[in-house]
C-alpha cells in the first residue's frame, strides 16, 4: 500500500508533508487544517513510519516507533526543588543565621552556596519566573494573582508564549511532581467548578498535592490533590502539621513512581507554606528557640553580618544599612521599624516570642525536608539528584511595625493592638493565632540590605540558594558569588538534564528564555566572572535595574498609594564593592546612574512592566475582575457546597447584604447553616441550643459580634437570616451599620456591627453550606460543626440592596415545597 498517496474523487494526489506529520511524544496532538467546500483530507500515518498496512493483519508490518514515548536523555539526573517563602539570607544556619537548617546546612556542606541570586521580591511572581525561565511581567505576573488588572504584564495568567519546565520535562520522559504552595493559579479559577487551565496539571504535572492560595493554615490547610479540593487526611490533634503531610505525600509519590517507573527520572517542585505567615509550628521547636531572639533586632543584624563575613558569605568591609533608609515622605508606615530600645517590656517579650515561632517554623518544616533527603539517601538516588534549596523573597514584614497575631489586619490596613497581641503571648504559633512577627525581624532576617519583601533593594530580592549534586558538581562546600535570578533556574535544570526549551510548543512561538544556565558556575572559582549583563526589578511601585555589577534602585516604598512615579529619586550602588547596597553613588556617578535608568526603561518596555500600580494591599485586593460567571446581585448556594474560594464566591465588603436560609427544622437541630471565612475573619450562620445565632468575626478580635435569637425554634419550616445595612466607613475603612436576625419575617436580634473592608483570608476557608471547613469561624462550636437535625433547601446570599422583608417572602415563596 502506497502511504504517500490519498484517493480524492479518481485521481492519486500527493499528500503535503504538514498533513502527515504528527507529535511523536507522550501527548500527542491533532492538527486542524482549513477546509474548503469539497476538500477530503483524510488521516495519514505519522511521518517516518516505517510499517506495511495490508487488509490482513497477517500480511502487515506494524511499527511501533512514532508511538512509543520519548525517553529522558540517558543519565539525565532527577531534579528536586526545595522552595521555602519569606527568607531573607540573614535568616538560615548556613548563611551564619540563627535558625538552625540542619538538612541545608547538610546539602550545603556537600554542594555549594549562593550568595547572590535574586529573585522578583514577591511570591507569585518569583514562582512564575523559576516555572518558565521568563520574566515576570512576561508571564502576567506583574504581582501576586489576586492583584491582577486588565494590562499584558498583570494578567495573573502564564500565557501560551511561556511553556513551562514542568512541560519540557514531561514530554521528555521525566514524571513530574508539585507539592505545597501554588500561587500562579488566577484568582477567578480557585474554585471546584472553574477551569483548570491554569493548574499544575495543565502547566506540566502529573502530580499536584498543596494549595493554590499565596498561604495557608498550617494546622488547618485548604488542601487540592491533582484537579480537586480535598479534606486534610487528620487533624491538629493527631499530629498534623503541613509541612509533615507534605514530606509524607512526596515520599509516597516517589516511592510509587519507583516502583512502577523506576527509569524514568523526575522533578519534583516541593514548596512547603514555610516561611509564609501564618508562623505555625509544634510547641517542642518553639521551645528550642526560647531566649534566643531576646537581644533584639539591632543587635542580631551586628552579630549575623560578622557570621556571614566569617564564612565568607559577604566579603570583609560590608557595612551595615539602616533599618529605616526611607525619607518620611516617601516611605510605608506600615514597614517602619520600631526600634528596640523604644519598646516597653511586654514588647520585647512578644516581639522575641515571634522571632522564636518563625525560627521554629522554619527547622521543623527543614526537619521534614530531611526526611525527604533520607529516602533519596536510602534508596540510591541523591547522589545523582540536581537539589536545588532556596527562598522565593526576602523575608515579610506584612506582620507591621508591631507584629500581628492575626496577618489578615494587614490586608485588610487595619493596625494591631498590642493588648490584643499579649492575649495570645503563650499560644502564639498554635491553631490559636495567625500570627506574623513585625518589621524589626523582616530587616534582621534580610540582613544586611535596606528593606525586606516587596521591595527592589536586595533585603527584597536577594534569598539563600543552596545546590547539591554530587554526580555533577565536583566542588565540596564551596560559596559562589556569581550574580543569578530566579529566571535562570529554567536554563539550569534544562542544560543539567540536557534538554532545550523548544522555540516552538504545542503551535505557540514561544518568547526567548529571559535567564541563563548557572550550571557553568559549578566549576567555576568562588570570586569567577558572571555570564549575565543585566536584570530588571519591578514589584508594587518599586523599581530597580542590575547590570554588570552596578545597580540603581527608584527610592519609592510599595503599597503606598502615593504614585507621583516621576518624581522618584534614584539611588546608584556599585554592588561588585558594596554588596549591601549601603554607598549611593548618585552624586559621583551622574553619568553612569542615566545609562542605568535608561537601562529600567529599555527592560520595562521590552518585559511589559508597565503600569506601575502602588496602591494599597486592601485597594489592590478589592478590585473586581472579571470572572467566566459574570458578577451577580444575588448567590444561591445548596447544601453540600464546599468551600467556594473568596475569589468567586459573593463578595460582601463595604456593602448592605443579607443571608437567607430556607430550612426544615426536626427535632434537636443544630450545627453550621452557612460559613464562610475562619477564626481570623469571618461570618456564621448557625443554631446552637435550638436558637439562631449569627456571628461576624471581625479580624479575630474578641469579642466577636453575635446576634442569637432569644426563643428555641421549635420543629416545623422556616426562612431564617440576618440583615446587614451599612450606613458609612470607620476610621480604618470598616463598614459600620446596623444588623438584623429574622426568623421568618419577625426580628429576633438587633444591633450595630462593623465588617471588614477587605478579604476575610487569603489562605482559603471558603465558603461553606451545612459545616464550617478547616478552621471555625465561631468559638460558639468546633469545626466542621456539621448541620443535623433538620433538612437546609437552599441558602441566598443577595447584595442588591433591596428590603429584607420583600425578598424574604420572594425566597419563601420560590422554595415553598
Known amino acids: ?148 488588572q486588565g494590562y499584558p504584564g498583570w494578567s ?21 511532581f508539585w507539592l505545597g504552595k501554588n500561587h500562579n493559579v488566577a484568582e477567578p479559577d480557585v474554585a471546584p467548578g472553574a477551569g483548570r487551565q491554569e493548574w499544575p496539571l495543565a502547566k506540566g504535572f502529573d502530580r499536584f498535592y498543596g494549595f493554590l492560595g499565596g498561604e495557608t493554615n498550617q494546622w488547618f490547610p485548604d488542601l487540592v490533590e491533582d484537579n480537586r479540593f480535598v479534606e486534610q487526611p487528620y487533624g491538629p490533634e493527631d499530629g498534623y502539621h503541613l509541612s509533615k503531610d507534605l514530606a509524607d505525600q512526596a515520599i509516597r509519590m516517589l516511592r510509587n513512581q519507583k516502583a512502577s517507573n523506576p527509569s524514568r527520572p523526575w522533578f519534583m517542585w516541593y514548596c512547603p507554606g514555610a516561611n509564609h505567615a501564618p508562623h505555625h509550628a509544634p510547641e517542642d521547636y518553639i521551645a528550642k528557640y526560647k531566649g534566643k531572639f531576646d537581644d533584639g533586632y539591632e543587635a542580631y543584624r551586628e552579630w549575623v553580618l560578622e557570621k556571614m563575613i566569617s564564612k565568607g558569605i559577604m566579603p570583609e568591609g ?104 499579649m492575649k495570645y503571648l503563650d499560644v502564639l504559633g498554635s491553631e490559636e493565632t495567625y500570627n506574623h512577627m513585625p518589621t524589626g525581624w523582616a530587616a534582621a532576617f534580610s540582613t544586611p540590605f535596606k528593606m525586606f519583601k516587596r521591595y527592589s533593594h536586595s533585603g527584597g530580592t536577594c534569598s539563600p540558594l543552596v545546590i547539591h549534586w554530587p554526580k555533577g558538581i565536583k566542588a565540596r562546600g564551596e560559596v559562589r558569588h556569581q550574580y543569578s535570578h530566579s529566571v535562570d533556574i529554567t536554563p539550569t535544570i534544562l542544560e543539567a538534564v540536557g534538554l532545550e526549551m523548544p522555540s516552538v510548543y504545542r503551535g505557540v512561538q514561544q518568547w526567548p528564555l529571559s535567564g541563563k544556565s548557572m550550571l557553568y558556575s559549578f566549576d567555576a572559582k568562588p570570586d569567577g566572572p558572571t555570564v549575565r549583563d ?148 469571618g461570618h456564621s450562620l448557625f443554631i446552637k441550643d435550638g436558637k439562631l445565632h449569627y456571628v461576624y468575626n471581625f479580624l479575630g478580635i474578641k469579642p466577636e459580634q453575635e446576634f442569637v435569637s432569644k426563643k428555641a425554634l421549635a420543629p416545623g419550616k422556616y426562612t431564617l437570616g440576618m440583615e446587614f445595612t451599612r450606613e458609612g466607613a470607620g476610621d480604618n475603612r470598616e463598614s459600620l451599620g446596623k444588623t438584623k436576625l429574622y426568623v421568618n419575617d419577625e426580628v429576633v436580634a438587633e444591633g450595630k456591627m462593623r465588617t471588614q473592608p477587605g478579604k476575610f483570608t487569603l489562605s482559603g476557608d471558603g465558603l461553606c453550606i451545612g459545616y464550617d471547613s478547616g478552621d471555625a469561624v465561631s468559638e460558639q462550636y468546633q469545626s466542621p460543626g456539621r448541620f443535623t437535625g433538620g433538612q437546609i433547601q437552599s441558602v441566598e446570599v443577595s447584595v442588591d440592596g433591596a428590603a429584607y422583608e420583600d425578598r424574604e417572602l420572594e425566597l419563601r415563596r420560590a422554595l415553598r415545597d
Open 534 to 681: 543585566r536584570q530588571y526589578f519591578a514589584m508594587l511601585g518599586t523599581r530597580g535595574v542590575w547590570e554588570k555589577g552596578w545597580k540603581a534602585v527608584a527610592v519609592h516604598a510599595p503599597l503606598t498609594d502615593r504614585g507621583k512615579f516621576p518624581e522618584d529619586e534614584w539611588e546608584l550602588y556599585h554592588v561588585d564593592d558594596d554588596r549591601s547596597e549601603n554607598k549611593n553613588l548618585a552624586k559621583e556617578h551622574p553619568d553612569k546612574l542615566k545609562a542605568l535608568v535608561k537601562a529600567w526603561d529599555e527592560e520595562a518596555e521590552s518585559n511589559l512592566v508597565l503600569p506601575l500600580d502602588d496602591r494599597t494591599a486592601a485597594q489592590i485586593l478589592a478590585v473586581e475582575r472579571p470572572s467566566a460567571e459574570p458578577i451577580r446581585e444575588r448567590y444561591t448556594y445548596y447544601p453540600g457546597t464546599t468551600a467556594i474560594p473568596e475569589g468567586v464566591a459573593v463578595n460582601v465588603r463595604n456593602r448592605s447584604y443579607k443571608v437567607l436560609a430556607n430550612v426544615t427544622i426536626e427535632q434537636d437541630a443544630s450545627g453550621v447553616i452557612f460559613a464562610h471565612g475562619s477564626r481570623f475573619g
Open 1 to 148: 500500500m502506497n502511504l504517500t498517496l490519498k484517493r480524492h474523487s479518481s485521481r492519486l494526489v500527493p499528500i503535503p508533508r504538514f498533513v502527515a506529520t504528527f507529535a511523536t511524544s507522550v501527548l500527542l496532538t491533532s492538527a486542524s487544517y482549513a477546509q474548503t467546500p469539497g476538500d477530503f483530507i483524510d488521516p495519514s500515518p505519522p511521518e517516518g513510519y516505517d510499517g506495511q498496512i495490508e487488509l490482513d493483519i497477517r500480511d502487515s508490518k506494524p511499527d511501533w516507533k512514532p508511538y512509543i514515548p520519548k525517553a529522558a536523555p540517558e543519565g539525565a539526573p532527577n531534579v528536586l526543588f526545595i522552595l521555602y517563602d519569606d527568607t531573607g539570607i540573614g535568616a538560615w544556619s548556613a548563611y551564619g543565621g540563627r535558625i538552625q537548617m540542619p538538612t541545608l546546612d547538610r546539602l550545603a556542606k556537600n554542594g555549594l552556596t549562593y550568595t547572590q541570586w535574586h529573585n522578583t521580591a514577591l511570591c507569585s511572581p518569583t514562582r512564575s519566573t523559576i516555572l518558565t525561565g521568563r520574566n515576570h511581567h512576561l508571564n502576567g505576573m506583574s504581582c501576586i494573582t489576586e492583584g491582577a
Open 318 to 421: 560590608t557595612e551595615l544599612t539602616p533599618l529605616n533608609p526611607f525619607p518620611e515622605d516617601r516611605a510605608n508606615k506600615a514597614d517602619y521599624v520600631r526600634p528596640w530600645g523604644e519598646l516597653n517590656e511586654d514588647e520585647k517579650k512578644l516581639f522575641s516570642r515571634m522571632a522564636e515561632v518563625f525560627a521554629a517554623f522554619s527547622e521543623y518544616t527543614d526537619a521534614q525536608v530531611g526526611r525527604l533527603i533520607d529516602y533519596l539517601e536510602e534508596t540510591g538516588q541523591l547522589d545523582n539528584t540536581l537539589v536545588i534549596y532556596g527562598a522565593d523573597n526576602g523575608t515579610s514584614g506584612e506582620g507591621s511595625p508591631s507584629g500581628s497575631v492575626n496577618e489578615n489586619k494587614f490586608f485588610n490596613d487595619y493596625p494591631d493592638s498590642l493588648e490584643e497581641n
Open 156 to 176: 495573573g495568567r502564564i500565557p501560551a508564549q511561556c511553556a513551562t519546565v514542568a512541560q519540557v520535562l514531561q514530554d521528555s520522559g521525566f514524571s513530574t
